[in-house]
C-alpha cells in the first residue's frame, strides 16, 4: 500500500472513532438526562417560597442558626500599580 492511501485510512479511521465516541457521549447524556426526569414525580410542584426562606424553614426544627454579622467597616484602600 502506499502511504497516501495508509494515511487517508488513517484519517477516516479517527473521524469514525471521533464521532463514535461524541455519539457515545451523547447517548449517556440522554440517558443521565432521561434518569433525572425519571426521579421528579409528575406531581412535582415549582417552591413558591425563596431560596432563603426554604433553608430557614429547614433549620426551624432544630431551633434556626443565628449568625452573628461583623460590622461594616470602611473599604479599603485599592493597590496601586504606578
Known sequence: MRKVDLQKQ???LIRQLS???LKSAVDYLVY???A???KVSPD???PSQDLGTAIHEMFKPFGGVELEIPPREPMREPPRFD
Open 10 to 12: 488513517a484519517v477516516t
Open 19 to 21: 464521532t463514535e465516541k
Open 32 to 34: 443521565l438526562q432521561n
Open 36 to 38: 433525572e426526569t425519571r
Open 44 to 46: 412535582h410542584e415549582v
